[in-house]
């Protein structure tokens, strides 16, 4: 918008643009004609009018505000912006490029990824054998453990197990979540040599001829470690603001994680691959899906933050078509993304790109979901820290809509 655009939008004079613009109230930037005039973004303008809308509002702003609504917490570790993703103002291009699993989670712990070596060196105590000998005698009828239902059986467990549990100092729970994350691995991966990096676990476990595996599962894990108040993080903030240890923020995280239209989406896409089975049936069972009158036709695609594209899923989708280019999963995943950006103009979203990721490494039922709760914890134990130091209770209060109290 131009400065006059904006001055009436917000009905205040030019003058006031320019004082909000110094206040970092309003982005501007340079018209394309080369001209001095500049142009202020429409999407700020927006915010400003929301917050004067809900000033004299406030029970809209109630209504709205935790249904993709105004933030409702600080949060340091992760900014959305513009199409752009960043882990403590790092492009998260660059998190991938540069730096293992271990030093995302420093990064996001301490503000510093050359912490990894102390955190991650330190010895699982108790052995993550103990755990798994365990889970051996969990019979369930039907199915075999997925790899997140295990870790909502071992983590309070593991709480018993640890004296320090409700040892809340930043530090302490630093470490506390770097032991977590390679227990929680070998729990998933099986029985392999603890000592490894985390995505070295994941690759001995489940692709142990598959050496290139270990840089898809460390990027993987990156991609999915936070990303802002999503619901299982607003959920781990919630739990770590009554007090509970960083075992029960994971286990309460978990819970969300498993959602069906959170973390367990990723299942839809796996079942929506399936349907397809080959390339040559993209279209039509995409056309069937949309007749049918489907309540998501295309399962993976589009991302309300991202309207050009959700960041995350070219980064990995472009790393398994480079390591994997004569891949049938692959070249199926190509094929439907190509279709779906002819037919409805929507991009892929990181639930796809894992979905792809699980397909071409056969992996078993869940542990796609695994590897999106494994790299979220690393999240969830950031939130929690920054909770614990803010010390606040997070308790919203209810409009009540029941039956009126009988006054007689």
Same mark, same amino acid.
């Given at each position: ?24 109230? *309003?982005?501007? =930037? ?5 001209? +001095?005039?500049? +142009? ?7 915010? @400003? /009018? ?10 809209? /702003?109630?209504?709205?505000? /935790? ?9 340091? *570790?992760?900014?959305?912006?513009? $199409? ?14 540069? @730096? ?23 010895? @699982? ?6 755990? =798994? ?13 997925? %790899? ?6 071992? /983590? ?44 070295? &676990? ?19 894990? *990156?991609?999915?470690?936070?990303? =802002? ?7 781990? +903030? ?16 978990? #819970? ?31 056309? #069937? ?17 991202? %309207?050009? $594209?959700? %960041?995350?899923?070219? &980064? ?10 004569? #891949? ?30 699980? +397909? ?10 695994? *590897? ?13 820290? =920054? ?6 209770? &997070? ?14």
């Amino acid at each position: 918008m131009t400065a006059k655009e904006a001055a009436e939008a917000l009905d205040v004079s030019v003058n006031t643009i320019y004082a909000y613009v110094s206040r970092g109230l *309003i982005r501007s =930037e340079s018209s394309a004609d080369g001209k +001095r005039k500049r +142009r202020y973004l429409r999407e700020d303008i927006d915010k @400003l /009018l929301a917050r004067r809308q809900a000033r004299s509002n406030p029970d809209q /702003l109630t209504q709205d505000a /935790l249904h993709w609504g105004a933030p409702v917490l600080e949060s340091a *570790i992760t900014l959305i912006d513009s $199409g752009r993703m960043y882990y403590r103002g790092l492009p998260i291009e660059h998190v991938v490029e540069t @730096l293992t699993v271990e030093e995302c989670a420093a990064l996001i712990w301490t503000g510093d990824s050359a912490h990894a070596e102390m955190l991650f060196e330190q010895v @699982l105590d108790p052995p993550a054998q103990k755990y =798994e000998t365990m889970l051996l005698h969990v019979e369930v009828d039907g199915a075999d453990l997925a %790899p997140i239902q295990a870790f909502q059986i071992v /983590l309070p467990i593991a709480m018993a197990d640890d004296l320090t549990a409700y040892d809340t100092r930043p530090d302490v729970v630093a470490s506390k979540g770097a032991r977590v994350l390679r227990l929680m691995a070998s729990v998933a991966a099986g029985d392999v040599d603890r000592q490894l990096s985390l995505a070295e &676990i994941l690759q001995r476990g489940w692709q142990p001829d598959d050496e290139q595996s270990i840089k898809l599962f460390n990027t993987a894990m *990156i991609l999915c470690a936070d990303h =802002e108040l999503n619901v299982s993080s607003f959920t781990a +903030r919630v739990v770590a603001s009554a007090g509970a240890t960083p075992y029960a923020v994971i286990n309460g995280g978990l #819970s969300a994680l498993q959602g069906a239209k959170h973390g367990g989406y990723t299942e839809s896409v796996e079942a929506f691959l399936d349907e397809i089975g080959t390339s040559d049936r993209v279209r039509n069972v995409i056309s #069937s899906r949309m007749r049918r009158g489907e309540t998501t036709p295309v399962p993976g695609f589009g991302h309300p933050l991202y %309207p050009d $594209g959700d %960041p995350r899923a070219p &980064i990995l989708l472009n790393m398994l078509m480079e390591h994997y280019p004569d #891949s049938p999963s692959i070249a199926l995943s190509r094929t439907v993304i190509d279709t779906v950006q002819e037919m409805l103009g929507d991009y892929p979203t990181i639930d796809f790109a894992l979905a792809t990721l699980g +397909r071409t490494y056969e992996l078993q039922a869940g542990c796609t979901l695994g *590897i999106f709760a494994l790299g979220r914890m690393i999240g969830w134990i950031g939130h929690a820290i =920054e909770q614990y130091n803010d010390g606040q209770l &997070i308790r919203p209060r209810a409009r009540y809509t029941g039956n009126p109290p009988d006054m007689t």
